[in-house]
């Protein structure tokens, strides 16, 4: 069963040359978003230097990703897409404690990633790539290069581990 990722009841849209990816904190389920206005709940900053016009597709608590079983699997908060670029986002607010965030983040983005990649829509970008973005700015003991370079290599997407996307 192929899963709609274009509902346009979980999408917000920006061609501001700087706005915010939002997730408020639970237990409430609202859907991410992005907010144009107040920088202090921005998780991830989108730098979009030539304005394109881009739309932030909220998932989790949006897009239902059932397993074989029924039940809902883990996914991701959203993904931006312009032009021929797509990019997955996983927001985090918490302190650094650990990879377990890190490796949480990167298991929702991959089964998020899976499920797009079985749709017609998929094939429409060319560029694609998934950033895991923190707001408390973590400090790692170890560089996360050998975790980026094996998602991709399980994925074909390019990870990021960081707070601010630039799209170009």
């Not at 998780?43 to 016009?53: P, Y």
């Not at 377990?100 to 790539?129: D, G, M, Y």
Request: proline share 2%.
């Amino acid at each position: 069963m192929s899963i709609e990722f274009e509902i346009a009841s979980c999408q917000t849209q920006s061609d501001k040359k700087i706005f915010g990816l939002c997730d408020n904190p639970g237990p409430a389920k609202d859907p991410a978003y992005i907010d144009e206005l107040d920088g202090a709940k921005w998780i991830a900053v989108v730098e979009n230097e030539n304005r394109h016009q881009t739309t932030f597709t909220a998932i989790d608590n949006c897009i239902e990703i059932k397993g074989a079983d029924g039940k809902m699997e883990k996914r991701c908060d959203g993904m931006l897409t312009y032009n021929s670029t797509v990019i997955f986002v996983e927001l985090k607010q918490r302190g650094a404690k650990g990879n377990s965030w890190v490796e949480e983040a990167e298991l929702q983005l991959k089964n998020s990633i899976k499920h797009f990649e079985k749709t017609e829509f998929s094939e429409s970008f060319n560029q694609k790539k998934a950033y895991i973005s923190n707001s408390e700015h973590p400090k790692f003991k170890i560089s996360q290069i050998g975790r980026m370079e094996k998602f991709f290599r399980d994925t074909e997407y390019i990870l990021r581990i960081e707070a601010r996307i630039k799209l170009v």
